[in-house]
Antibody, heavy 128, light 110 residues
Framework: EVQLVETGGGLIQPGGSLRLSCAAS????????MSWVRQAPGKGLEWVSV???????YYADSVKGRFTISRDNSKNTLYLQMNSLRAEDTAVYYC??????????????????????WGKGTTVTVSS | DIQMTQSPSSLSASVGDRVTITCRAS??????LNWYQQKPGKAPKLLIY???SLQSGVPSRFSGSGSGTDFTLTISSLQPEDFATYYC????????????FGPGTKVDIK
């Protein structure tokens, strides 16, 4: 069964650090694009970061320079290292697999991207 | 950056109703549009990708249409399990700009 399980959330003081983990089963993390998405209490979904199968990483402006996405191929696990945490980082953090499908026309952008498998999420609360 | 809007922000409907949710992009995104369903306390679930392709296992009462800047998600006959919040997401502008989500449309019971 294809599954993602996030761990590592908790209560942390402003300025602190936390590392989230996302353990995958049923597929290989390193062969896929993987993403983190967060949801602040009562708010909508916000894309946070992505790591491509080739290793390239990208971040939302709101977390750039503070968060780092990575993976451990031997553990088939995705990570999100969060430093210099702020109150506005309080959210449920989801990891998701990002599938891409060729658009069939050869025109740019060449692929459709969509998040087909999601974990249940882990809650991060930044508060003193 | 591409901005996504949804309308309405919420709606009340009855079981059996036909429901339509609209998503608009700030610039043309061709058919690079996904729809997700989220129930309270649960992770989002992919419903539709590439504007109109039904994800495997999703009931056929869900359908998506549109291209360019205007898109719709239609539920042909609302079922009790469909009461949830629905989000659109563009994938035309990939990272570093990111996979932008719309603000969501909450569908509740009339």
């Amino acid at each position: 069964e294809v599954q993602l399980v996030e761990t590592g959330g908790g209560l942390i003081q402003p300025g602190g650090s936390l590392r989230l983990s996302c353990a995958a089963s049923g597929f290989t993390v390193s062969s896929n694009y993987m993403s983190w998405v967060r949801q602040a209490p009562g708010k909508g979904l916000e894309w946070v970061s992505v790591i491509y199968s080739g290793g390239s990483t990208y971040y939302a402006d709101s977390v750039k320079g503070r968060f780092t996405i990575s993976r451990d191929n031997s553990k088939n696990t995705l990570y999100l290292q969060m430093n210099s945490l702020r109150a506005e980082d309080t959210a449920v953090y989801y990891c998701a697999r990002v599938l891409r499908t060729w658009n069939g026309s050869g025109s740019y952008p060449y692929y459709y991207y969509y998040m087909d498998v999601w974990g249940k999420g882990t809650t991060v609360t930044v508060s003193s | 950056d591409i901005q996504m809007t949804q309308s309405p922000s919420s709606l009340s409907a009855s079981v059996g109703d036909r429901v339509t949710i609209t998503c608009r992009a700030s610039q043309s995104i061709s058919s690079y549009l996904n729809w997700y369903q989220q129930k309270p306390g649960k992770a989002p679930k992919l419903l539709i990708y590439a504007a109109s392709s039904l994800q495997s296992g999703v009931p056929s009462r869900f359908s998506g249409s549109g291209s360019g800047t205007d898109f719709t998600l239609t539920i042909s006959s609302l079922q009790p399990e469909d009461f949830a919040t629905y989000y659109c997401q563009q994938s035309y502008s990939t990272p570093p700009e990111g996979f932008t989500f719309g603000p969501g449309t909450k569908v509740d019971i009339k």
